[in-house]
């Protein structure tokens, strides 16, 4: 079975956003108009509690964008953001989320960041991704979202490891870009290890 595969389309994501990506809200529609072609829809969230290892704010000194080791894992250090009930880390209201759609919440530890829908950094803890598209049957995903760079790449590249036929929708994704050419080079990391970029 092939499922559908939408990351992290949360508020502080998008336009007005803590950790806002250009255009990012121009996903939403897109994975709108396609989600009726899918028979398993999965969104993952990220969702973070506050004293989150991952946010500048908790690292003396630390700015945003930097790179620090944090338990041992490169961490980049981010705003604030998806924090664990706020209005941040809710989906864009507009995104057509439904009763019989799966949710995959990711990063709710606060000693390791997690880009993957599927593992965290440290690669210690599963989310329970990899178990619900194996329950299902899904032998095939299709992946949009945010962001390119990080969490849909990430996620890419783990369901490739787990043996997953992999499509990602590039009219659906949208990049951070912290250093211009990181989404690009995003795209080529991806389909080097296999993801069809379409
Ligand atoms: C993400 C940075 C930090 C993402 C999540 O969803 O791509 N990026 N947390
Ligand atoms: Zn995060």
Same mark, same amino acid.
Request: glycine letters at 8%; aromatic letters at 6%; one cysteine or more.
């Given at each position: 079975?092939?499922?559908?595969?939408?990351?992290?389309?949360?508020?502080?994501?998008?336009?007005?956003?803590?950790?806002?990506?250009?255009?990012?809200?121009?996903?939403?529609?897109?994975?709108?108009?396609?989600?009726?072609?899918?028979?398993?829809?999965?969104?993952?969230?990220?969702?973070?509690?506050?004293?989150?290892?991952?946010?500048?704010?908790?690292?003396?000194?630390?700015?945003?964008?930097? #790179?620090?080791?944090?338990?041992? !894992? %490169?961490?980049?250090?981010?705003?604030?953001?998806? +924090?664990?009930?706020?209005? *941040?880390? &809710?989906?864009?209201?507009?995104?057509?989320?439904?009763?019989?759609?799966?949710?995959?919440?990711?990063?709710?530890?606060?000693?390791?960041?997690?880009?993957?829908?599927?593992?965290?950094?440290?690669?210690?803890?599963?989310?329970?991704?990899?178990?619900?598209?194996?329950?299902?049957?899904?032998?095939?995903?299709?992946?949009?979202?945010?962001?390119?760079?990080?969490?849909?790449?990430?996620?890419?590249?783990?369901? #490739?490891?787990?043996?997953?036929? !992999? %499509?990602?929708?590039?009219?659906?994704?949208?990049? +951070?870009?912290?250093?211009? *050419?990181? &989404?690009?080079?995003?795209?080529?990391?991806?389909?080097?290890?296999?993801?069809?970029?379409?």
């Amino acid at each position: 079975m092939k499922a559908l595969l939408a990351v992290d389309v949360q508020n502080d994501f998008c336009p007005g956003g803590s950790l806002a990506v250009a255009r990012g809200d121009q996903v939403v529609p897109y994975i709108n108009s396609i989600r009726d072609g899918y028979a398993l829809v999965i969104f993952t969230q990220d969702w973070h509690p506050p004293d989150h290892a991952s946010f500048a704010s908790n690292h003396p000194g630390a700015r945003v964008g930097e #790179l620090r080791e944090v338990n041992g !894992v %490169r961490q980049i250090m981010w705003p604030d953001h998806c +924090v664990q009930h706020t209005r *941040g880390a &809710e989906f864009h209201d507009a995104l057509d989320v439904r009763p019989q759609d799966k949710v995959v919440r990711k990063g709710e530890l606060t000693a390791v960041d997690s880009y993957s829908g599927f593992l965290d950094n440290d690669r210690q803890h599963e989310t329970g991704l990899r178990g619900l598209l194996q329950q299902q049957d899904v032998d095939e995903v299709d992946v949009a979202g945010l962001a390119t760079d990080y969490c849909v790449k990430f996620t890419v590249l783990d369901a #490739l490891q787990a043996g997953l036929r !992999v %499509r990602v929708l590039r009219a659906g994704c949208r990049a +951070v870009n912290l250093n211009p *050419g990181d &989404e690009e080079a995003a795209y080529r990391e991806m389909a080097q290890a296999g993801a069809q970029v379409v």
